[in-house]
């Protein structure tokens, strides 16, 4: 597509479920980046996969969270057991192979309850 | 972890006002970025600076590529009610192929 597209725009969710959230990156983009962004912070940094190499799971703020990108393609967010902690927007951005001007997509609000 | 630290935090200013924000950085970056988030979308590039001293616009924008690598502006002249938003600096770590580093954001209110 044109952009990178994310989906659900919104989800809530009660305390304890696991959660999904999706990442259709630019056509061709090997690089693609999570980021979560809470209420009047930053964009931290999660995790990043650059074509077929092991991705960097180093932002990761516990094992209760998950990534993976399938044939180099769409990506897949999983929070395990959420808490409530876990409410903010997550972000996902997809780049050429080195390139640091990033594309974002709209973001997933996701709401623990 | 690298930390960019970006102020001011918020600002309101009068339409037709200029304005300046900034991030520094106890550590080099090789790249300087600055984003602009518009409400309920994911933050658009405006302007990527790539050296030491590089001074580069787009429109009324114009931002800096600090000397010593640990800093970066950016100023917006003639402000207009679109400019509201919140603005994200961003830089790449020296370190080889790393993920953008980004401050907290500066939120711009323009008062018409």
């Known amino acids: 597509g044109a952009g990178v597209s994310q989906s659900p725009s919104n989800k809530v969710t009660e305390k304890g479920k696991d959660v999904e959230l999706r990442c259709d990156p630019i056509?061709?983009?090997?690089?693609l980046y999570w980021y979560r962004q809470s209420l009047g912070q930053g964009l931290e940094f999660l995790i990043y996969f650059q074509g077929n190499s092991a991705p960097d799971k180093s932002g990761l703020p516990s094992d209760r969270f998950s990534a993976e990108r399938t044939g180099g393609s769409v990506s897949t967010l999983t929070i395990q057991r959420t808490q409530q902690e876990d409410s903010a927007v997550y972000l996902c951005?997809?780049?050429?192979?080195?390139?640091?001007?990033?594309?974002f997509g709209s973001g997933t609000r996701l709401t623990v309850v | 972890g690298q930390q960019l630290n970006q102020s001011p935090q918020s600002m309101f200013i009068q339409e037709g006002e200029d304005v300046s924000m900034n991030c520094t950085s106890s550590s080099i970056f090789n790249t300087w970025l600055w984003y602009k988030q518009d409400p309920g979308e994911g933050p658009v590039l405006l302007i990527a600076l790539y050296k030491a001293g590089e001074l580069t616009s787009n429109g009324r924008l114009t931002a800096q590529f600090g000397i010593t690598r640990k800093d970066s502006f950016l100023n917006i002249s003639a402000s207009i009610p679109s400019d509201v938003g919140i603005y994200f600096c961003a830089g790449q770590p020296t370190l080889g192929n790393t993920p953008l580093v980004f401050g907290k954001g500066t939120r711009l209110s323009v008062i018409a």
């Open positions: 056509s061709g983009h090997t690089a």
């Open positions: 951005a997809s780049s050429l192979e080195g390139g640091n001007g990033y594309t």
